[in-house]
């Protein structure tokens, strides 16, 4: 690097003439003075200091400076800095008269810019280091872009930084605003050349966003799978996707696909075997699509055999609670036990294999079930006590077991609600009727539209179909004294004509309570569903529900572990809350524990979560865990004082930050090179980089300027000049 030094003075014609004239005016009588004195050489030497003294306040007058150049001698560096962000994939590229068929993708069309053959003319007189952003294995991780980091990072990384050519759609997601990187790089003389590429508007493009699989289904049983589809084309069309399986399996279902929108749908798939299978969505290419790669989705499923415990808490054994027994106890995947206080039994019970002798005695045997049905029973002598009723709200809340209020025209719900489990009811009871509301002739459910989209309001395949079907269902003639559905619920279902100020009476809710669920169920006469159509709706709604409400305590289980996480189907960057129940050797909760889980993420990478406990009496521990990778994750629970493991497994689905098929931001780039005062140039015309290159003006040296007329060392000297002189005058007899 050279240096060049020079002393600069600037000066104005009037502080130069007050300076001259100051000058000439103390030499003048500094003369006069050493006459007078008979030419004495002291006095001479002192008026000779007071002329200095007085010409180096005139030059400071004219604010003189030392100023250094710093010239580097090293050659200049160009940076090419190219997207390989997931964006850059998108085939919209179309150049001249190209047909369709021949567009490109983004990452082609600026591929010449990242050979480093493209620029060998320059690199004669230019450095040119070649670097990608947003890729794969950057911070980012190939979920975004972001242009600020490359853009501020590129001066300190390069030295002697010319210019920037950034090859780029525009699609910034990531990082603080690529604009404030743009102003400091003016600053430093470092202008931008932006080569944007890809489409300002979305091409023709059908792309298949999401494919929402359950972390497990049961063999025998339908599995839903949703899945959503996104059209940018300006038609609707009709079209079948097709739903294979690892195994061969293939389901197709014909979907009409809005256009400009989104549409959800979901496919039904009943697996006959157990084991772990891999699910593939394909929507099959439209014909102005100009790529299928994004018409395909996979995911992982877990088909197993099942068998939940469900527990049936009745008084008098009605209808609606025989057909519901029957309905369980021949559910191949359901252990039913019944409790029936019928009060002409000289004790509780039943008779036969299905029934127990009494509730079940404490915590380690209640909270083996899934699912607890509560018919029309109370709290009174010969039925429930209010320490069972904290037990059960203690397993829905702590263990995320499932309970279902079914309530009677005895009216003995009324005293549970006293209780803790009142807390769980879904919904507010008219006091002022406990025995409920009947009529002679029949009654209908309605659909809301939360029910319409319900898993557990579904009794037929299509959403058409099921909405003809609870029309055409046999009505009730009783129902409870509903008033109105607590803040938080879910209202499924409402009574068709009855009404009060807060609108139609709800009849079946639900609502989710610490980690379990709960479901009222305001009638007795879902058993006349079986009118006509035999087992068809009743066994298939009731088995819905048992199901849904077992799902999430039963996502990995062993023999005194259970895990389930919220939420069940984790995205990419989101926030797993992770639930462990565990029990000691003798099947009691375990109070107090070390609990540990070791998850293994798909690149190998491994971390650990310790777990804390949140419910010492119900044996519940709690962990969080971040998701920053996409695909299947390895889990291993470990309990320290127990020595129990638990090895599972979930998928975490890769919604990235960015996908291909996005339209291009070409105005971000745009704005980029107007603030560096660079250039937009187009991606196919290479020349036109280089030329632009050529004509970049040379760097400004880089210049230290040093202001001697306010140096600390300037005034200490005039100081030091002054003191002299004041000295000088008394040693000679002057003062």
């Known amino acids: 690097m050279s240096v060049t030094r020079s002393l600069t003075v600037l000066w104005t014609p009037w502080t130069a003439a007050l300076s001259v004239l100051a000058v000439l005016a103390t030499a003048g009588c500094c003369l006069v003075a050493w006459q007078r004195a008979g030419y004495r050489l002291s006095m001479g030497l002192l008026e000779l200091l007071r002329l200095a003294i007085i010409a180096m306040v005139a030059l400071m007058l004219n604010q003189p400076e030392w100023v250094e150049e710093y010239r580097p001698e090293e050659t200049p560096s160009i940076a090419v800095l190219w997207d390989a962000s997931p964006s850059m994939q998108t085939r919209d590229v179309v150049r001249g008269d190209a047909s369709s068929s021949e567009a490109l993708t983004r990452s082609e069309a600026v591929a010449p810019l990242t050979d480093a053959s493209s620029w060998h003319r320059l690199r004669e007189r230019l450095n040119v280091v070649i670097q990608p952003f947003s890729g794969p294995s950057s911070t980012s991780g190939g979920g975004g872009t972001d242009l600020?980091?490359?853009?501020?990072?590129?001066?300190e990384r390069i030295p002697n930084l010319r210019g920037i050519v950034l090859a780029s759609d525009g699609d910034w997601n990531r990082g603080q605003p690529p604009v404030q990187a743009a102003a400091r790089l003016r600053i430093k003389g470092v202008?931008?050349?932006?080569?944007?590429?890809?489409?300002?508007?979305?091409?023709?493009?059908?792309?298949?966003?999401?494919?929402?699989?359950?972390?497990?289904?049961?063999?025998?049983?339908?599995?839903?799978?949703?899945?959503?589809?996104?059209?940018?084309?300006?038609?609707?069309?009709?079209?079948?996707?097709?739903?294979?399986?690892?195994e061969g399996d293939e389901v197709a279902k014909e979907v009409r696909i809005a256009p400009m929108s989104r549409t959800s749908e979901a496919v039904v798939w009943k697996p006959r075997a157990t084991g772990d299978f891999i699910l593939t969505l394909t929507v099959p290419k439209h014909s102005d699509e100009l790529s299928a790669e994004n018409n395909r989705l996979s995911a992982p499923i877990a088909i197993r055999e099942e068998k939940l415990r469900v527990l049936v808490v009745e008084s008098s054994p009605r209808w609606e609670y025989r057909y519901l027994r029957n309905a369980l106890s021949r559910d191949p995947g359901v252990e039913l036990s019944c409790l029936l206080f019928h009060p002409g039994l000289s004790k509780a019970g039943g008779g036969n294999k299905d029934y127990i002798?009494?509730?079940?005695?404490?915590?380690?045997?209640?909270?083996?079930?899934?699912?607890?049905?509560?018919?029309?029973?109370?709290?009174?002598?010969?039925?429930?006590?209010?320490?069972q009723c904290r037990l059960l709200k203690g397993i829905v809340e702590h263990q995320a077991s499932g309970l279902v209020f079914m309530p009677g025209m005895q009216g003995r719900e009324f005293s549970i609600l006293d209780t803790e489990l009142g807390d769980l009811c879904p919904v507010v009871?008219?006091?002022?009727?406990?025995?409920?509301?009947?009529?002679?002739?029949?009654n209908h459910f309605e659909l809301t539209e939360t029910g319409r989209r319900s898993l557990l309001t579904k009794l037929a395949d299509t959403e058409e179909e099921n909405a003809e079907v609870w029309e055409g269902l046999p009505g009730f003639y009783w129902y409870a004294p509903v008033l109105r559905a607590k803040a938080g619920s879910e209202v499924l279902c409402v009574h068709k004509d009855a009404a009060n100020d807060s609108g139609r009476l709800p009849l079946l809710v639900t609502r989710t309570f610490g980690a379990g669920k709960v479901l009222f169920m305001g009638t007795d006469g879902a058993w006349r569903w079986r009118k006509g159509v035999e087992d068809k709706y009743h066994y298939r709604f009731w088995g819905q529900v048992?199901?849904?409400?077992?799902?999430?305590?039963?996502?990995?289980?062993?023999?005194?572990?259970?895990?389930?996480?919220?939420?069940?189907?984790?995205?990419?960057?989101?926030?797993?809350a992770m639930h462990a129940n565990v029990m000691d050797r003798a099947g009691e909760p375990l109070h107090q524990g070390d609990v540990t889980a070791r998850i293994t993420a798909p690149s190998g990478k491994s971390e650990l979560v310790r777990f804390t406990t949140t419910g010492e009496e119900?044996?519940?521990?709690?962990?969080?865990?971040?998701?920053t990778e996409a695909g299947s994750h390895k889990v291993t629970l470990f309990c320290k004082q127990t020595g129990a493991t638990l090895e599972t497994s979930f998928f975490v689905q890769g919604v990235a930050a960015e996908r291909p098929g996005r339209p291009a931001r070409p105005e971000v780039l745009e704005e980029l090179a107007r603030v560096t005062g660079g250039r937009v140039i187009d991606a196919a015309k290479l020349d036109q980089v280089e030329r632009a290159l050529a004509e970049l003006p040379e760097p400004p040296p880089s210049v230290r300027r040093i202001p001697l007329w306010s140096h600390p060392v300037v005034g200490a000297a005039l100081i030091t000049l002054l003191g002299v002189f004041w000295v000088g005058r008394k040693v000679i007899g002057l003062v």
Not at 199 to 222: N, Q
Not at 430 to 441: E, H, L, V
């Open 429 to 442: 009871l008219d006091p002022a009727q406990p025995g409920g509301w009947g009529s002679r002739t029949p």
């Open 618 to 627: 119900w044996g519940e521990f709690t962990g969080r865990f971040p998701t």
């Open 148 to 155: 600020y980091e490359p853009l501020a990072a590129a001066p």
């Open 191 to 246: 202008p931008v050349l932006a080569v944007p590429v890809g489409s300002r508007t979305r091409l023709p493009d059908v792309e298949l966003l999401s494919l929402d699989l359950p972390t497990f289904g049961i063999a025998g049983k339908s599995v839903r799978v949703p899945f959503t589809v996104e059209s940018s084309l300006p038609r609707e069309y009709l079209t079948t996707v097709t739903l294979k399986t690892s």
């Open 546 to 576: 048992v199901r849904w409400m077992a799902y999430q305590r039963n996502m990995a289980k062993g023999e005194t572990m259970r895990l389930y996480y919220i939420p069940d189907q984790p995205k990419l960057n989101q926030m797993m």
């Open 357 to 387: 002798k009494q509730f079940p005695a404490g915590l380690d045997e209640l909270s083996k079930f899934d699912v607890v049905f509560l018919g029309d029973v109370g709290v009174e002598d010969g039925q429930l006590t209010t320490e």
